[in-house]
């Protein structure tokens, strides 16, 4: 059983900046064999992937309407996956999951996911 605590959500004008960490309890194994993915869900709406990374190569993919503004990176030596959000848009308001292995942005094969956490953008 894998264990996933998001924190970092919080409100900000459009623009603004936050950085999402999200931590395994399974560090080791999660981190150097498994996809970890952060997905966003906007009130009525489905779950939407918005990056994720392959632990064993480090490769990260993102979802077009991120690109270029979000940020998905790992500190291996603390064990935590991060998702910095740059520029953020009204749009981007959702509440934001990190979830562990699984496949790319395919919500439906990750196995993990942690308790959510909230991102607000308005002005």
């Known amino acids: 059983q894998v264990h996933l605590a998001e924190s970092g959500g919080g409100s900000v004008q459009p623009g603004g900046s936050l950085r999402l960490s999200c931590a395994a309890s399974?560090?080791?194994?999660?981190?150097?064999?498994?996809?970890m993915a952060w997905f966003r869900q906007a009130p009525g709406q489905e779950r939407e992937g918005v990056a994720a990374?392959?632990?064993?190569?480090?490769?990260?993919i993102y979802t077009n309407s991120v690109k270029g503004r979000f940020i998905l990176s790992r500190d291996t030596a603390g064990n935590t996956v991060y998702l910095q959000l740059n520029d953020l848009k009204p749009e981007d308001t959702a509440v934001y999951y990190c979830?562990?292995?699984?496949?790319?942005?395919?919500?439906?094969?990750?196995?993990?996911w942690g308790q959510g956490t909230q991102v607000t953008v308005s002005s």
């Open positions: 990374i392959d632990g064993r190569t480090g490769h990260t």
């Open positions: 399974d560090s080791v194994q999660t981190y150097n064999r498994e996809w």
């Open positions: 979830a562990a292995e699984g496949v790319g942005l395919e919500a439906e094969l990750y196995r993990y």
